[in-house]
């Protein structure tokens, strides 16, 4: 394939399975993160002659390679579980260059250049890898998304465990119990008293999720009546196997899980008895976009 085309290829042998197991110490972040939402879309800026930055704790870089070097790098060394590589090749000072950014993701992904999205050809590098190779002389955004069927997911947080007020789930604004925005919150958590722990008000529900693994916006969206209660029910911190439909008082879908991963907790106080949850899109409220993130936030490679 010609290096001089205006054309752009993508190279991609995926694997789009869940996370099924998770240390103790991350159970709660990887199953908001990775388990059951769309994979955050990421932009990388590819300029000609310019390495393409890495994006801190997003897509990390592992380093620039020639031809021989990345051969023999792709046959030494094994896509860690739940990552995948994006092999971005370019011409820098005349010759063939390969960077290599690690994303912390196995999900099946597709890959767009420029706003067109790429089809999937030329199938040679391992599972797990993605390459794109990028025409001399061309200027292009690389954006990655998820390529499955799961649900996109429109706002994403945590309500700290030492809260001691209100907080909307659809904002992520946080209110004092006496203020004019605690009316809109969804959650309440107190610190200190006999109602520790947290709390459902102004017509937000919670509905304990039965099935196996974790519920989708369709598996909540289809709870019986009777399972919404305005309340957590079962709620316990530590509970790492547990997971809870919620629905705001704006009537947006979602779920939570205990942020906290232990009976014992030694840790910052505001992950005690914390919340972590994600709103999905739906309407009313729609996907967060893909955004280039800045060049003050990235580093080089």
């Known amino acids: 394939m010609s290096r001089h085309t205006a054309s752009v290829a993508v190279t991609c042998v995926l694997i789009g399975g869940l996370i099924s197991g998770c240390d103790q110490g991350d159970c709660a972040p990887k199953a908001i993160a ?41 046959i030494d060394h094994a896509v860690p579980k739940d990552r995948t590589w994006l092999l971005i090749e370019q011409t820098l000072h005349g010759q063939q ?10 999900h099946e992904l597709k890959v767009s250049v420029n706003g067109a999205q790429l089809k999937h050809v ?3 590098v ?20 998820d390529a499955g069927n799961g649900d996109e997911v429109a706002m994403r947080g945590t309500v700290p465990g030492d809260l001691d007020g209100s907080f909307d789930l659809d904002t992520g604004h946080t209110s004092t119990d006496d203020s004019p ?40 969206m289809s ?31 979602g ?21 972590s949850y994600l709103l999905w899109a739906q309407p009313g409220l729609p996907a967060a976009p893909a955004t280039a993130v800045p060049a003050a936030q990235m580093d080089g490679c």
Request: charged letters at 15%; one cysteine or more; a neutral charge.
């Open 34 to 74: 990775g388990v059951y939402e769309a994979y955050s879309p990421i932009v990388l800026a590819v300029l000609p002659e310019v390495v393409p930055k890495a994006i801190p704790g997003i897509a990390v870089s592992l380093g620039l390679f020639a031809a021989d070097a990345l051969a023999r790098y792709l």
């Open 97 to 106: 260059r390969t960077s290599v950014f690690e994303l912390g993701t196995d």
């Open 122 to 124: 030329d199938l040679y």
């Open 126 to 145: 391992k599972e797990r890898q993605i390459k794109v190779i990028i025409p001399r002389g061309t200027a292009a955004e690389v954006s990655v998304t």
């Open 181 to 220: 925005g605690a009316r809109a919150g969804d959650v309440e958590i107190e610190t200190f008293g006999f109602n520790v722990g947290p709390k459902l008000v102004n017509g937000a529900a919670a509905a304990l999720f039965a099935g196996t693994g974790r519920p989708t916006l369709h598996a909540c």
């Open 223 to 253: 709870m019986p009546a009777a399972a919404w209660t305005g309340e957590f029910r079962d709620w316990q911190p530590g509970t790492q196997d547990r997971s809870w439909c919620v629905r705001t008082n704006a009537g947006h879908y």
């Open 255 to 275: 779920l939570a899980v205990p942020k906290q991963t232990g009976a014992f907790w030694i840790g910052p106080a505001a992950d005690a008895g914390a919340v």
